[in-house]
């Protein structure tokens, strides 16, 4: 079962928007709506962002939203902050044996 | 509050095995599975497999069929993964999560592996 693929790097400035994206296949992404985002700080763990392709857990900003189409699911961030500087991962449960992959990773910068 | 709580850092020699836990509190906890999920050093996350510790059962990443072993004890609420015959590429932060969703992670376990 192969990575799902996120663009290496992206960057935006204060207040504007960035949408990063998670390609997989028919056996996942394209499958399931168990599509789920994580940012992660530098020494942090990863922090669930969006689960099931959308939906946001409680505390989470609004700023952060998800979607799909086909094989490949988005993350959008709005109204970019200093602190959204980090580490964006996607995971999908797949129909394989090894249930779960997760997204090469994406570096967002903040200019 | 929800907390995962894993064991600390680990130096081992080549074809050691190591074992980490992941002691969950402020839910039930035989009521969600729990995922194993490791990060290289500057590297992204790969998950290793999941247990369900209402029951025991167990699902492994391909990858790591035959070299990991999960488990439970649900007298302790803890969670266990044990990896062998390691090798140097093994060194990574080894992270337990609340499933469905990887809602709650541990704070990680570095395990290094050098000779």
């Known amino acids: 079962q192969s990575a799902l693929t996120q663009p290496a790097s992206v960057s935006g400035s204060p207040g504007q928007s960035i949408t990063i994206s998670c390609t997989g296949t028919s056996s996942d992404v394209g499958d399931y709506n168990y599509v789920s985002w994580y940012q992660q700080l530098p020494g942090k763990a990863p922090k669930l962002m969006i689960y099931e392709v959308s939906n946001r857990p409680s505390g989470v900003s609004n700023r952060f939203s998800g979607s799909k189409s086909g094989s490949t699911a988005s993350l959008t961030i709005s109204g970019l902050q200093a602190e959204d500087e980090a580490d964006y991962y996607c995971?999908?449960?797949?129909?394989?044996?090894?249930?779960?992959?997760f997204g090469g990773g994406t570096k967002l910068t903040v200019l | 509050q929800v907390q995962l709580v894993q064991s600390g850092a680990e130096v081992k020699k080549p074809g050691a095995s190591v074992k980490v836990s992941c002691k969950a509190s402020?839910?039930?906890?035989?009521?969600?599975?729990m995922h194993w999920v490791r990060q290289a050093p500057g590297q992204g996350l790969e998950w290793m497999g999941i247990i369900n510790p209402s029951g025991g059962s167990t699902s492994y990443a391909q990858k790591f069929q035959g070299r990991v072993t999960m488990t439970r004890d649900t007298s302790t609420s803890a969670v266990y993964m044990e990896l062998s015959s390691l090798r140097s590429e093994d060194t990574a932060m080894y992270y337990c999560?609340?499933?469905?969703?990887?809602?709650?992670w541990g704070q990680g376990t570095l395990v290094t592996v050098s000779s």
């Open positions: 402020g839910y039930t906890f035989t009521s969600y599975y």
């Open positions: 999560a609340r499933a469905a969703y990887f809602d709650y």
């Open positions: 995971s999908s449960y797949t129909s394989s044996s090894t249930l779960v992959v």
